[in-house]
């Protein structure tokens, strides 16, 4: 840690000029070189950190040893840490005069899954999950954003004179079943703690590395999860004249409902229905009593959302209807809200963005996956949600123009974000849309 402030504080010493006084234009080209000069002379500390994550991931709540390292980074930069927020959720606050208070959130938690990236640090560690062994990765990126969260965090610490105010860095747990965010809100997170004048949050995704995408208004989809048990009558597989087939039942049902995204839906508005899970039966020449059906539903506008879940429900009547069964039992939780971008702290970090990152710095559709940020968002801090690339440039434009394989996306067994350049985009385009915050509230703005 010596070795990366003395560095950083050497880089900034060559640079001491850097205009950055109250009502002065921020000189973003030369701050930037400033930020990757140090993020390059420190990237070895975050690959090894990035690397260990990715090796030892830990599922929603049981986040332990992810957070206790996390922890321990902030505790060395300087920053005061209270841990078991929300369960297993850190907040790291540092103090640096008068000013507002910026949140920076990343996740903690990993997927129930095997990774079969082949990478020399690939995880193969297992846990109990929902009372079974599974294994368990990183398919998602959280780790990525760790990296990016702590290499930020060092960044800003070594440029406070540079800003005024309060940082708060927050590891969330469970960001993937939509838990973490709620649990450190019920936990205190704004009340034992400074409540955010402004928040940002990052994600990574398929895209060419170096590139950052962003948006205004919509950032994610709502989410809801979908649990069906169609019931029947079991019997022997060679007489289904005597039974009730729970299983046609689930297949007629994943078939059909498809139909209230196609024909009960408006085709200009987004929405999901996605079945990722059925459980039934024990051997081949068994009809069973019971088949479970688990899935995801997502939208973006709450009407949309409405008339797609009462299709949802209908058409697993009808289809137990068809059949001469028993209702189904039928249950839909809510999950995460649709994330929304605040256009006025959007429109400050753009300013910074687009000069630091150019054509590489675009604009992007509303993201189809669900993000529990919307929490804090909700909660009444205005914030920025984006993402950034993770693919070398050349083998995402194959894979666009049908040159190359397709990309394996996040949740994909494959999902192998290419590190050094990712994470230094991460901490580079962070820590400016921090440091714009921080301007924009020295300028009165």
């Not at 540092?94 to 690939?122: F, S």
């Not at 290499?151 to 708060?168: E, I, R």
């Not at 995408?213 to 919509?218: C, E, L, M, S, T």
């Not at 839909?332 to 006025?344: C, L, Q, R, S, Y």
Request: with cysteine.
């Amino acid at each position: 840690m010596i070795r990366f402030v003395t560095s950083l504080l050497a880089s900034v010493a060559l640079c001491a000029a850097l205009p950055w006084q109250a009502h002065a234009e921020i000189d973003v080209t030369r701050l930037k070189g400033v930020i990757e000069t140090a993020v390059e002379s420190d990237y070895p500390r975050l690959d090894a950190l990035y690397k260990d994550i990715h090796a030892h991931p830990e599922i929603a709540f049981q986040e332990v040893k992810t957070a206790a390292r996390l922890a321990a980074e902030m505790r060395g930069l300087g920053f005061d840490v209270t841990e078991q927020v929300g369960k297993t959720g850190v907040v790291a606050i540092y103090r640096n005069g008068d000013g507002p208070t910026i949140m920076v959130r990343t996740e903690l938690d990993a997927l129930p899954m095997e990774e079969k990236t082949g990478l020399p640090y690939a995880s193969r560690d297992k846990t109990s999950w929902n009372g079974r062994e599974t294994f368990v990765a990183h398919s998602c990126g959280h780790d990525i954003h760790m990296a990016s969260w702590v290499g930020t965090a060092k960044t800003l610490v070594s440029l406070k004179d540079q800003w005024h105010g309060t940082l708060m860095f927050i590891a969330q747990p469970a960001e993937e079943i939509g838990s973490g965010a709620k649990a450190m809100l019920a936990d205190g997170l704004f009340t034992r703690f400074p409540k955010p004048d402004f928040a940002f949050a990052l994600h990574d995704g398929p895209g060419p590395y170096g590139f950052i995408f962003y948006r205004v208004g919509i950032g994610s989809s709502n989410s809801d999860s979908l649990a069906i048990t169609f019931h029947g009558r079991g019997g022997h597989g060679a007489a289904p004249q005597q039974t009730i087939d729970p299983v046609v039942i689930a297949a007629r049902f994943v078939l059909d409902v498809q139909s209230v995204i196609s024909r009960e839906k408006d085709p200009t508005e987004f929405g999901v229905v996605s079945i990722g899970a059925i459980h039934g039966g024990t051997a081949e020449n068994i009809i069973p009593d019971d088949v479970r059906l688990f899935g995801t539903i997502r939208s973006y506008k709450p009407e949309v959302r409405t008339r797609m879940l009462a299709g949802i429900e209908r058409t697993a009547n009808a289809a137990a209807a068809m059949s001469g069964a028993p209702a189904p039992d039928i249950k839909i939780t809510e999950g995460a809200k649709a994330v929304m971008n605040d256009p006025g702290v959007v429109a400050t970090a753009e300013k910074v963005l687009k000069v630091a990152f150019g054509d590489r710095f675009r604009t992007s559709p509303p993201g189809t996956p669900s993000e529990d940020f919307s929490e804090f968002v909700n909660a009444g801090v205005p914030s920025m949600f984006f993402n950034i690339g993770v693919y070398e440039p050349e083998r995402v434009a194959a894979a666009r123009d049908g040159s190359g394989p397709p990309l394996p996306s996040n949740h994909s067994p494959l999902f192998a974000p290419v590190p050094k350049p990712t994470i230094e985009t991460g901490v580079t385009a962070m820590t400016l849309a921090v440091l714009s915050a921080f301007d924009r509230h020295a300028r009165g703005e």
